[in-house]
């Protein structure tokens, strides 16, 4: 890349004609020390570009380093102080040493985009003759090679960065707004070159900084604990700034070395999040990891969108397993319909067509449904309507209505729920899915006086739970639909 003393001096907001013959002389050396040729600029040597100009990194901060060539997606659970910021400022001023090179950086919230990942950019722009204020959250190094900053409460600021060389930088990943806007990230980031790189601590069990370290998503993933930044300092020497064995000691005698504190701070796992809801992280875990054998006839849930942001879901349950069968976003019922007339004629088909059963033969017969439970309420009474027609075993179920077992529950949601909880208990595996976990783990159970002065079992308002998570809990809702104990009285069906 051609560099000279004129564009240096532009890109620092200083005019060249104008500007202090000893100024000149002085950026004409600063640019002369760290001008390379264009076919040397570590491109694929993050590590030596950085060292080259003065950066001191320890292990982890190297291998983190060489892994942005070889990976698209990277995601680096870390331990508190061991230099993700400090790596993350080095990060951006490699990145934007090529021509045509864009660094979108951002964080959970404006102050932390602000205070913490450019304030350290800012130290670092220093260096290299940068002096910005502390407000400015853009470097500019020429027209064609820039770091940018970016909040999470607007998500239209991220449309429209792109660049032939694009990074995506999310510091503090684990938040809740990092979720809000990650589709704005991927389709910022969805060219064939660019890439995408989360920072933070692992403070939530769900989430898609959670699922990314996890390596699911396509992320590659650089765990960075305490215990190595401690073990490396006592090999080579204390580094300002870092985690060291006698601060992480100090956590351990104050928290336990098996509390969530320890496993986020030092160990950067995930916290197992012991709490009071009806879902403990513990159980959740549990039953996904359950091998979950289907057996008998299929039980369908069904929870009917009642806005233009809910999704219809549909999941089924065989025995101890249950699968989302349908998800979408539908313009009306008919939709729905369609698809649950389709699956149900081909299960029937499936049936008609099985051969008769030979003695000593240990094939499983091809099941039926037993039946559809469906949340009835509102926009779900007309598909109900439409499956009893069509001769489908249809139940309706109404959440706020009166339990099966009135003396132990206020009503059919809370006794469906904890006969989920109590399914999963006993060999249920539910699906693996993000944001079935999320709506799990938001649900707290608590008890009230009965009709009849007895304590019964409820849950906080649905509307508590739909504000929480920022959409409506539909998965959990269809899974529910799948194990709620059924009322007397055989399905509704109207002859067709």
């Not at 932390?112 to 959250?137: C, D, Y």
């Not at 960075?224 to 601060?247: C, F, M, N, W």
């Not at 109590?422 to 608590?446: A, C, H, Q, T, V």
């Not at 009965?450 to 739909?466: D, F, I, S, T, Y």
Request: net charge neutral.
């Amino acid at each position: 890349m051609s560099f000279d003393t004129a564009s240096y001096l532009k890109s620092i907001g200083l005019n060249p004609a104008t500007t202090h013959g000893g100024m000149l002389r002085a950026a004409s050396s600063f640019v002369e020390r760290y001008e390379r040729p264009e076919d040397e600029f570590y491109t694929d040597d993050p590590v030596a570009w950085c060292e080259h100009r003065g950066a001191h990194l320890w292990t982890r901060q190297k291998e983190i380093l060489r892994a942005i060539p070889e990976h698209q997606k990277i995601c680096v659970p870390a331990g508190n102080s061991v230099g993700k910021t400090h790596l993350t400022a080095w990060i951006v001023r490699w990145w934007t040493s090529e021509p045509d090179s864009r660094v979108v950086t951002t964080a959970n919230t404006g102050y932390q985009v602000k205070n913490n990942t450019w304030h350290e950019i800012r130290k670092l722009a220093a260096k290299f003759g940068w002096q910005p204020s502390p407000k400015v959250m853009q470097w500019d190094l020429t027209p064609h090679q820039q770091a940018i900053g970016l909040a999470t409460d607007k998500v239209e600021a991220f449309q429209g960065l792109h660049a032939p060389r694009l990074l995506v930088i999310v510091d503090e990943a684990s938040g809740d707004r990092i979720d809000k806007i990650y589709v704005a990230i991927e389709r910022l980031a969805s060219d064939f070159d660019a890439k995408v790189i989360m920072f933070g601590n692992l403070t939530r069990r769900t989430g898609i900084f959670a699922e990314a370290s996890k390596g699911k998503m396509g992320y590659h993933v650089e765990r960075v604990t305490g215990y190595e930044a401690a073990d490396y300092q006592e090999a080579h020497g204390r580094i300002p700034g870092l985690v060291d064995s006698r601060k992480i000691k100090e956590w351990i005698g104050e928290h336990g070395a098996e509390s969530d504190f320890v496993r986020i701070a030092v160990a950067a796992k995930l916290p197992t999040g012991e709490s009071a809801g009806l879902f403990p992280p513990k159980l959740i875990d549990e039953s996904l990891e359950k091998p979950g054998e289907p057996s008998g006839d299929w039980k369908l849930g069904i929870d009917v969108a009642r806005s233009g942001g809910d999704e219809t879901v549909i999941v089924g349950r065989r025995g101890d397993r249950m699968e989302i069968l349908f998800r979408k976003r539908v313009k009306d019922h008919m939709q729905t319909f369609d698809w649950l007339m389709d699956w149900w004629t081909d299960v029937l088909q499936q049936q008609e067509e099985e051969e008769p059963a030979v003695a000593g033969d240990d094939d499983e017969p091809i099941p039926g449904v037993d039946v559809f439970n469906i949340d009835a309420t509102g926009e779900g009474s007309a598909l109900a309507d439409l499956m009893a027609r069509a001769g489908m075993p249809v139940r309706r179920e109404h959440f706020g209505g009166a339990a099966k077992k009135p003396k132990r529950f206020k009503n059919r949601r809370a006794e469906g729920f904890y006969a989920l909880r109590d399914w999963m208990s006993n060999g249920g595996r539910i699906p693996e899915d993000m944001k079935l976990i999320e709506e799990l783990e938001y649900i707290e159970p608590f008890s009230v006086i009965g009709k009849q002065g007895a304590l019964v079992k409820q849950l906080r308002p649905k509307k508590e739970l739909k504000a929480r998570l920022g959409r409506s809990p539909d998965v959990s809702d269809a899974c529910m639909l799948c194990v709620i104990p059924n009322k007397k009285g055989r399905p509704n069906i109207t002859a067709r």
